[in-house]
């Protein structure tokens, strides 16, 4: 594990060089907030609430989500991983005793640590702004639920960039594979609209859905979208489930196109 706690101090001193364009994305992202406000606000007009839920939970919801996705969303693996195995990076990783997937993985929390430290800094400057209309449930147990749920969201983030990345050995350009899980996943993540507000039985069929897992399901904890404890434990029995699948479709995936990759030269 020592080999990947340095790939992972390594990644934190890379990341780190380009801590302002994080930082500048961050204050980007309020703007988006911002549309969020003014779109749901005028959905709320003369409504006190939509789906059970008020405006200032909606809303609360929305930001939750916005760092979520900085914590543990994975933005550019996929492109990197790709690039790796198109020029031949990847060969040195199969002359040494090192785990791929571990080393990309250590990169990736390496990464997010940062994206997500940094994203707290908008945040707490926008607060005077919106904590008046902030509101946060207050069981105790959903923190501990929720962060557990975001280890989970990660796992899976990254193992279905991981995916993609792999698909590099049988074909050149993933890019097209990419726009089109992206598409799927704001929808099905919860990053347009929260979830509960699509008819039951669509919004059932997304609940065993790894989209579902991403970011919507430790967002719904965090802010109460889920109710009871009891639908969470089956929640994180379902993701566990998601995340044991994708690792193993990873592994397969990186053997089967280990028989198709030709390395040449030193």
Not at 29 to 47: E, K, R
Not at 102 to 116: C, D, H
Request: glycine share 10%; net charge positive.
């Amino acid at each position: 594990m020592n080999k990947y706690r340095h790939a992972f101090l390594i990644g934190l001193q890379s990341n780190l060089v380009y801590r302002w364009n994080f930082a500048v994305r961050g204050f980007f992202s309020m703007f988006h907030l911002a549309v969020v406000f003014i779109l749901w606000g005028a959905a709320y007009t003369g409504a006190s609430d939509i789906g059970g839920f008020s405006f200032g939970q909606t809303l609360t919801y929305f930001l939750v989500m916005l760092v979520l996705q900085f914590f543990v969303g994975a933005f550019n693996e996929d492109y990197q991983i790709s690039e790796e195995i198109r020029n031949g990076l990847i060969n040195q990783f199969l002359l040494k005793p090192i785990n791929y997937f571990l080393y990309r993985f250590s990169i990736f929390l390496a990464a997010r640590m940062v994206t997500g430290a940094l994203v707290l800094i908008p945040l707490v400057c926008a607060m005077p702004l919106l904590h008046s209309y902030l509101s946060l449930p207050h069981d105790l147990w959903r923190l501990p639920l929720g962060l557990v749920a975001m280890a989970g969201s990660a796992l899976i983030q990254f193992s279905i960039a991981y995916c993609f990345g792999m698909l590099t050995f049988w074909f050149l350009e993933i890019q097209g594979f990419v726009i089109l899980s992206m598409a799927i996943e704001s929808v099905l993540g919860g990053q347009m609209f929260p979830l509960d507000l699509l008819p039951g039985w669509i919004y059932r069929i997304a609940q065993f859905l790894p989209f579902y897992y991403q970011t919507y399901f430790p967002a719904a904890i965090f802010t109460g979208r889920i109710h009871e404890i009891g639908q969470v434990g089956q929640g994180l029995a379902v993701q566990l489930f998601w995340v044991v699948v994708l690792l193993g479709v990873n592994q397969l995936l990186w053997r089967r196109g280990l028989r198709r990759h030709t390395a040449v030269g030193g």
